[in-house]
Structure formats: C-alpha cells, structure tokens
C-alpha cells in the first residue's frame, strides 16, 4: 500500500472509532429514554433520529458545512477556543459522522431495551434497586447484543461514508481524505490499480463485519429457541 492509501486508512479507522465511541456513550441514554416513552414528543425525536437514513448524505453536508463556517455563531466559537477553523476538519468530520450514524446506534439499543422484562424491572424496585443500578445490573446484561450490533453497524456506516465527509471535510490528504474520498480520488486520477485495492479492502471488511453481526444474531435465535 502507497503513504496516501496507509494515511487514509489510518484516518478512517481513527474516525470510526472515535465516532462509534461518542455515538455508544450519547445513544445510549438516548435509547433508554426513548424505550420508556410513549408521547408524541418520542415519535418527534425518533423520526429526526431515523432522518439519515431517508435523507441524501450530501443534504446534511451541505447544512453542516453552512453551520461550521468560519462566519457563524458556532464556527466563531470554535475558532476562539481551538485556534482553529472547524469547516474542513478531523472535528467537522466526527461531528457529521455522528449525527449521520446515529441511526444506525440507535435502534439497535432501542431494539434492545424494549426486549427488557418489564418485571425484572419492577421486582428490582420492588427491592429498592435505584433507576441506575437497575440499569446497570438488568438492562445491560440483557442489552448486550444489542450494544455489539449497534456499535458494529455504527463503525461500518462509518467507515464506507461518502457525500458527508466530502462535504464538510473536503479533500486533504492526512487531515481528511478518508478511504472512500482517496478511492474517488483515485478513480479520478485514473489510477485504477490503487482504486481497485482501496475498494476490495473496504467490499471485504464491510462483508466481514455483516457476516460476525448476522451470524452473531441466528447463533442467539437458535439458543432462544432451544
């Protein structure tokens, strides 16, 4: 592998990570509060959750690149405390990345935490378990498929982005050109060789994660059902 496709590689794990890291730690009571409502204000805030899985990639760039510029209330503020711009950074690209991933953390755990016994639930009260610890030695125990897939699929929506990253990270090799802007690169240049490989490493990772989540999710059927 070339410096540029070692350096986009390096990135994009990195932005994966960091991504799937921040997106379990601000889903998950997101999730839990959501498994608990039944008002409207829930739906509300589902549906704007599931909107990046309806909306083109490329909509939310270009809104989020509208809200980092250098001449806005945030892109001013982040300028004042960084030293730095915030439009076309490794921070605008975790910021896009969480938001357009969100889905794909979300539902997994709502999935799961609705699967959760109300009465062991009620029992732990009942015990004079707090909300906390029930959630700690109930919830998360019984979630922990849950916690997997969610935390899977978020690195793998991550790691194949597109019209996001573009958008709001632009181009720039060992700042923001991630594996699949180097492979559009690539394929722009002609360089066809260095394109097939970024791409046959991405088609095989992404297949390898599907295969652990779907196997993972027949193996639990199969005990289930047992």
Known sequence: MSTTELDALYLTLTLALTTTAVLLVLGTPLAWWLSRQRGQLSAVIESVVALPLVLPPTVLGFYLLLLFAPDTALGRLWQEVTGTQLAFSFSALVIGSVLYSLPFTIQPLLAAFQRVPQDLLQAAATLGARPFDQFRSIVLPLSKRGFVTAATLSFAHTVGEFGVVLMIGGNIP?????????????????????????AAWLVVFSLTLLFFVYRGDKARRLRVAA
């Open 174 to 198: 060992g700042e923001t050109q991630v594996l699949s802007i180097a492979l559009y690169d690539a394929v722009e240049s002609l360089q066809f060789d260095q394109a097939h490989r970024m």
